[in-house]
Antibody, heavy 117, light 110 residues
Framework: QVQLVESGGGVVQPGKSLRLSCAASGFTFNSFGMHWVRQAPGKGLEWVALISYDGSKKNYVDSVKGRFTISRDSSKNNLFLQMDSLRPEDTAVYYC??????????WGQGTLVIVSS | QSALTQPRSVSGSPGQSVTISCTGTSSDVGGYNFVSWYQQHPDEAPKLIIYDVSKRPSGVPDRFSGSKSGNTASLTISGLQAGDEADYHCCSYAGSYTYVFGTGTEVTVL
């Protein structure tokens, strides 16, 4: 079955960087687009970024454009989110999710990022 | 990229029906039939329960149904059960390879 396991979260100071990883298994990784979605404490879900199955297309929510970079390594079935110039408002649980068609069919358990001095 | 608008909370007694609205614009909900809904129990990851406005993945009970009219999508839970108590999030494709989620709704079973 599909398994998505996020890692790399932690506490980081404002302005610093963090790289999240998502290890994928149970499906043909290079056949599906992948998303990052975040959820601030006590808040709703926010779509963050999407990368196409082959990595050729990427897009981001406006609030992270120029600061976050989504990438994938299909040889190792890994999805990444490089987060630079972090802000306190980036504090959230970050989920990776597998695209089904136009919906997010499978989700990881999330990794918590806290941006605080 | 403004969040879709959902009521903060809805409630109902066991066996009753509740409906959650999800209001966007012609650039997202109204422009595409790509609305999905996710159920999230406390401290758990979201789970897909409706896609393409009204379709259910296998294993999701037919008590869950979706619809759309104009810029507003809706999720109806019929025959409310204790296990349905959770947060529900709508999501819409918004063009140019972007997505937008709703503000989230807490469903309480009285």
């Amino acid at each position: 079955q599909v398994q998505l396991v996020e890692s790399g979260g932690g506490v980081v100071q404002p302005g610093k960087s963090l790289r999240l990883s998502c290890a994928a298994s149970g499906f043909t990784f290079n056949s599906f687009g992948m998303h990052w979605v975040r959820q601030a404490p006590g808040k709703g879900l926010e779509w963050v970024a999407l990368i196409s199955y082959d990595g050729s297309k990427k897009n981001y929510v406006d609030s992270v454009k120029g600061r976050f970079t989504i990438s994938r390594d299909s040889s190792k079935n890994n999805l990444f989110l490089q987060m630079d110039s972090l802000r306190p408002e980036d504090t959230a649980v970050y989920y990776c999710a597998k695209e089904r068609a136009t919906e997010l069919g499978d989700w990881g358990q999330g990794t918590l990022v806290i941006v605080s001095s | 990229q403004s969040a879709l608008t959902q009521p903060r909370s809805v409630s109902g007694s066991p066996g009753q029906s509740v409906t959650i609205s999800c209001t966007g614009t012609s650039s997202d909900v109204g422009g595409y039939n790509f609305v999905s809904w996710y159920q999230q129990h406390p401290d758990e990851a979201p789970k897909l329960i409706i896609y393409d406005v009204s379709k259910r993945p296998s294993g999701v009970p037919d008590r869950f149904s979706g619809s759309k009219s104009g810029n507003t999508a809706s999720l109806t839970i019929s025959g409310l059960q204790a296990g349905d108590e959770a947060d529900y999030h709508c999501c819409s494709y918004a063009g140019s390879y972007t997505y937008v989620f709703g503000t989230g709704t807490e469903v309480t079973v009285l």
